[in-house]
């Protein structure tokens, strides 16, 4: 199966300091894929470049077959790249059902059977649609940021660092969704401090250190890896 995407030799610097260097890595079409390292290794660094908000120095960004690295970020999320970006930011004064709609482009009819989608996904926003962002959880903003950036059914959906400030029961909530979303056909790349639930729930992993890739395989292998247990498990 080709990749869907497909990231080779990427190089991106903050004025003189290298924040990656030489990372290349693939995710197939409805694979999800597990980015870890501990803060500061680069993960958000890689998300923010893959859709646009960061410029390589070098190396180049394929997706869909074509060659993405100079394309602006609206132009990426119109060829179905979805992003969920680290802190939620969701629209505080706007209810749930308005911050999805306010993420989706299509007419009124897909509109509500996208909507529709989310609240499947995620029950607790669905029983309280027309409550403003500002009045939910953590996990229940986190929750409709994820929702929010599936609005437009993207192809491959980046998710940065979905359980920062959850505790452990959200985080289980939150990142329990993932097997479903790539089971339905989206594609997730998911940067995550917390390796043992992301290794869970993903089928690859890459490990990120100080912007190098120094590791990579089956999650399951990464798992009992005694590397990556006492970098990241506790072991």
């Known amino acids: 199966m080709s990749a869907l995407l497909s990231i080779t030799d990427l190089a991106v610097s903050y004025g003189e300091i290298a924040a990656l260097r030489g990372v290349s890595l693939s995710v197939s079409p409805g694979e999800a894929v597990a980015l870890l390292g501990a803060n500061g290794a680069g993960k958000s660094t890689l998300m ?68 529709d989608h989310v609240f499947t996904l995620f029950p607790a926003l669905a029983e309280r649609p027309t409550t403003n962002a500002w009045r939910l959880s953590g996990g229940q903003q986190q929750m409709l940021a994820i929702g929010r ?11 940065d660092e979905p359980s920062l400030g959850l505790s452990p029961l959200l985080t289980e ?48 292998s990464l798992a009992a890896s005694d590397d990556i247990r006492r970098a990241f498990l506790g072991g």
């Open 48 to 115: 923010g470049t893959i859709i646009g908000l960061l410029k390589p120095r070098a190396g180049s960004i394929t997706y869909l077959g074509a060659d993405i690295t100079a394309l602006p970020p609206q132009s990426r999320a119109r060829l179905g790249l979805g992003y969920c970006p680290e802190g939620r930011r969701t629209f505080p004064g706007l209810s749930i059902r308005d911050n999805l709609l306010a993420a989706c482009w299509a007419d009124r009819a897909t509109q509500r059977r996208r909507i």
């Open 173 to 220: 909530e939150v990142l329990a969704r993932i097997p479903s979303i790539s089971a339905e056909g989206t594609a997730v790349l998911l940067a995550e401090q917390n390796a043992a639930r992301a290794l869970s729930v993903c089928a690859r992993a890459y490990v990120l250190r100080l912007g190098q890739i120094v590791n990579a395989g089956p999650a399951a």
């Open 149 to 159: 950036s599936l609005m437009n059914a993207p192809r491959l959906l980046l998710l």
